[in-house]
């Protein structure tokens, strides 16, 4: 079995894919945001 050494592992892709994950739930977490608020204002 081959050596690992610890820290040693390449994790840009990860920590892309973690990036895009996060950036994506904040727009959808603002364009819920403004839907509620415009639901509210306007059936209110």
């Given amino acids: 079995m ?3 050494k610890h820290g040693t592992m390449n994790i840009e892709p990860q920590e892309k894919t973690f ?5 994506t ?9 403004v839907v ?3 639901m509210a204002v ?3």
């Fill in 19 to 23: 990036d895009g994950f996060i950036t």
């Fill in 36 to 38: 509620l608020l415009i």
């Fill in 42 to 44: 306007f059936n209110s």
């Fill in 2 to 4: 081959a050596e690992h």
């Fill in 25 to 33: 739930t904040k727009v959808v977490v603002g364009i819920v945001f």
